[in-house]
């Protein structure tokens, strides 16, 4: 695996699975999460049921980056595959989140920014995997 790719990943995979934790303890209302704090439309439903049909795409690219470095910390070549499965679908999640706000005239950096590293990080390692063959 390419030197740096692993903490990408561990950071970006890590990071949404936090997210998606903490949006799990909101939703149970076991944690307050203050509207002023989250995106624009939070505790709407249809845009809470956006934010929420983002998880299994989010899920996914998590676990399967987490597998990929956790394969190639072994010797395992399968690490590779999982590795580009994985950013490919961080790369759509990140897209269609800011497409979303695009569509929507809604521009927060504190959400665009972390969005668009989902992008950028795709984008940088795909080539870089797809290129190697080590």
Not at 38 to 44: L, S
Not at 62 to 87: E, F, K, N
Request: with cysteine; charged share 10%; glycine share 10%.
């Amino acid at each position: 695996m390419p030197h740096g790719l692993p903490l990408t990943l561990k950071l970006i995979d890590g990071s949404m699975l936090l997210y998606w934790g903490i949006a799990a303890l909101g939703c149970f209302g076991l944690l307050h999460l203050p509207k002023e704090a989250m995106y624009a439309g939070y505790g709407t439903p249809h845009v809470d049921a956006w934010n929420w049909s983002f998880a299994p795409i989010d899920l996914a690219f998590a676990l399967t980056g987490l597998l990929a470095v956790r394969m190639a910390r072994q010797g395992d070549p399968r690490w590779r595959p999982y590795a580009l499965i994985s950013l490919a679908l961080t790369f759509c999640a990140g897209l269609m989140a800011v497409s979303y706000w695009a569509l929507t005239s809604d521009f927060d950096p504190a959400w665009w920014g972390p969005n668009l590293a989902l992008v950028g990080a795709a984008l940088w390692w795909t080539p870089r995997l797809i290129g190697s063959h080590g």
